[in-house]
């Protein structure tokens, strides 16, 4: 006897006649035949090796939260955990608005579909812009890594050249992003940092600039932590070479450190993840690129752009895509580079967190993570045997020295685990010439009492 088909409530059209006049209204007898052009030997042949399904919502919720309840999140215990992704405070209003219905439900949104959403970006774009003293930001995109790589093939579309050098205190992960999106167009060439400082080292930057640089990328804060105090330095050394500068930036910062645009930057990237956006396990990431209002550059932007004008309606404004044919949305096949929906709902959250925080909010956070990076640092490099890899100032990131404590960061961070802290990640694997280094981070959620614990505990384990 056959056995009877299972009809799953929540898959639509399982049952087997609903099935059976799908197919044959396509003309197929057997949905197999749908399936032909993958080859034998690599369609799977028996059944899935699936547990029994939840036929239920109470079920399957209480499924779910047991899973959920095995996890120990960054709000049951002080985090010192940072490296593009750290635990910020998320106003309430941030929340509100961006779950809105209007804004949580919408695809990509058209004039004749838009409910405020073209608006709201161009809130956003406006922001950011005035954030970092440039005039055009584009809609949010997945994040700093693709941002840094659409704005290094910018550069090279406009420069017509086809290198990158690139700091070699960048993001390790960040870094093969970049590397991968430009191979086999750009290639991307090292640059040296100071040991003691961390900073960019200016010898190596100038040996290396050569008439096929297109760019020189280097980031402030660096993903280390430090303040790149040379950034004019930097941009005059490219400029004189022909060559654009792009500058990575935690746009958190720019409540007291000078913007991009300041130093000579020509370009600037960045994510938006700790404006307004929780952790949500690394995934709230929003990845943005701005620069000046020319023409030889917003016409390079590949992404979606808001701007506002005047309608036919006398007295009346609307928002809308600025040079929409520029885009892979416009002409697929001439696109000059892919860009989906991507992160515009962070931006939607990151443009109420500004709106909220105004340029004096924005200055006081900036403050306060500079104070606290400095407490950290210092309250950390008076345990005996710990101590600071790099003399330079730390934003709110910073790396610590385990190497004459006889302990692996591993090791430690395996105790403060047990003791309710999460510690800092291992850079052993990032940075070689940083084996028993590890980068540590502070936001405006650590408490001085959280790290006076870490200190303790530290203090305590390695006495």
């Given at each position: 006897m056959?056995?009877?088909?299972?009809?799953?409530?929540?898959?639509?059209?399982?049952?087997?006649?609903?099935?059976?006049k799908?197919?044959?209204?396509?003309?197929?007898?057997?949905?197999?035949?749908?399936?032909?052009?993958?080859?034998?030997?690599?369609?799977?042949k028996?059944?899935?090796?699936?547990?029994?399904?939840l036929?239920?919502?109470?079920?399957?919720r209480?499924?779910?939260?047991?899973?959920?309840?095995?996890?120990?999140?960054?709000?049951?215990r002080?985090?010192?955990?940072?490296?593009?992704?750290?635990?910020h405070?998320?106003?309430?209003?941030?929340?509100?608005?961006?779950?809105?219905s209007?804004?949580?439900?919408?695809y990509?949104?058209?004039?004749?579909?838009?409910?405020?959403?073209f608006?709201?970006?161009?809130?956003?774009?406006?922001?950011?812009?005035?954030l970092?003293?440039?005039d055009?930001?584009?809609?949010p995109?997945?994040?700093?890594?693709?941002?840094?790589?659409?704005?290094?093939?910018?550069?090279?579309r406009?420069?017509?050249?086809?290198?990158?050098?690139?700091?070699?205190?960048?993001s390790?992960?960040?870094l093969?992003?970049?590397?991968?999106?430009?191979?086999?167009?750009?290639?991307?060439?090292?640059?040296?940092?100071?040991?003691?400082?961390?900073?960019?080292d200016?010898?190596?930057?100038?040996?290396?600039?050569?008439?096929?640089t297109?760019?020189?990328?280097?980031?402030?804060?660096?993903?280390?932590?430090?303040?790149?105090?040379q950034g004019?330095?930097i941009?005059?050394?490219?400029?004189?070479?022909?060559?654009?500068v792009?500058?990575g930036?935690?746009?958190?910062?720019?409540g007291?450190l000078?913007?991009?645009?300041?130093?000579?930057?020509?370009?600037?990237?960045?994510?938006?993840?700790?404006?307004g956006?929780?952790?949500?396990y690394?995934?709230?990431?929003?990845?943005?690129?701005?620069?000046?209002?020319?023409?030889?550059?917003?016409?390079e932007?590949?992404?979606?752009?808001f701007?506002?004008?005047?309608?036919?309606?006398?007295?009346?404004w609307?928002f809308?895509?600025?040079?929409y044919?520029?885009?892979?949305?416009?002409?697929?096949?001439?696109?000059?580079?892919?860009?989906?929906?991507?992160?515009?709902?962070?931006?939607?959250?990151?443009?109420?967190?500004?709106?909220?925080?105004?340029?004096?909010?924005?200055?006081?956070?900036?403050?306060?993570?500079?104070?606290?990076?400095?407490?950290?640092?210092?309250?950390?490099?008076?345990?005996?045997?710990?101590?600071?890899?790099?003399?330079?100032?730390p934003?709110?990131e910073?790396?610590?020295?385990?190497?004459?404590?006889?302990?692996?960061?591993?090791?430690?961070?395996?105790?403060?685990?047990?003791?309710?802290i999460?510690?800092?990640k291992?850079?052993?694997?990032?940075?070689?010439?940083?084996?028993?280094?590890?980068?540590?981070?502070?936001?405006?959620?650590?408490?001085q009492?959280?790290?006076?614990?870490?200190?303790a505990?530290?203090?305590?384990?390695?006495?």
């Open positions: 056959d056995k009877k088909p299972f009809i799953h409530p929540y898959i639509p059209n399982s049952v087997p006649e609903v099935k059976k799908m197919l044959a209204e396509i003309g197929v007898k057997d949905i197999e035949e749908l399936y032909e052009d993958i080859p034998p030997e690599l369609r799977l028996r059944d899935l090796n699936l547990p029994e399904p036929l239920s919502e109470l079920e399957l209480r499924h779910v939260e047991a899973v959920l309840d095995q996890n120990i999140s960054c709000g049951e002080p985090s010192f955990l940072g490296a593009g992704c750290a635990r405070y998320v106003p309430a209003i941030c929340d509100e608005i961006a779950h809105r209007e804004f949580l439900t919408a990509a949104g058209e004039p004749y579909e838009d409910a405020g959403r608006q709201a970006l161009f809130e956003y774009e406006s922001l950011m812009a005035e970092l003293d440039f055009v930001v584009n809609v995109t997945y994040d700093w890594g693709q941002a840094a790589s659409t704005a290094a093939r910018m550069a090279g406009i420069t017509g050249r086809g290198k990158l050098l690139v700091s070699d205190t960048m390790p992960d960040r093969a992003v970049v590397r991968n999106y430009c191979h086999p167009v750009m290639s991307l060439e090292p640059v040296g940092h100071h040991k003691d400082t961390g900073l960019l200016l010898g190596d930057l100038k040996a290396k600039l050569t008439k096929d297109a760019a020189v990328y280097f980031e402030n804060p660096s993903y280390l932590g430090f303040i790149e105090t004019e330095a941009s005059s050394a490219a400029h004189a070479n022909g060559s654009l792009i500058a930036v935690d746009p958190i910062s720019l007291v000078k913007p991009p645009g300041r130093y000579g930057a020509d370009l600037a990237c960045g994510d938006i993840q700790g404006l956006n929780h952790m949500f690394g995934g709230s990431l929003g990845g943005f690129i701005a620069t000046r209002d020319e023409e030889k550059f917003v016409m932007y590949p992404s979606r752009l701007g506002i004008a005047r309608t036919s309606v006398e007295g009346e609307g809308g895509d600025v040079a044919s520029r885009t892979s949305f416009d002409k697929r096949e001439k696109g000059k580079e892919f860009i989906g929906t991507a992160a515009a709902l962070y931006g939607v959250a990151a443009a109420v967190y500004l709106a909220l925080m105004g340029p004096q909010g924005m200055r006081e956070l900036g403050i306060h993570l500079l104070q606290k990076a400095r407490y950290a640092a210092m309250k950390l490099a008076k345990v005996p045997g710990i101590r600071l890899r790099f003399h330079s100032t934003f709110k910073f790396v610590v020295d385990f190497n004459h404590t006889g302990k692996s960061v591993g090791e430690l961070n395996e105790h403060l685990l047990k003791e309710g999460f510690g800092g291992d850079l052993s694997k990032e940075f070689p010439e940083l084996a028993g280094c590890a980068l540590y981070a502070v936001t405006e959620m650590t408490t009492a959280d790290i006076d614990r870490l200190a505990v530290l203090k305590s384990y390695l006495g």
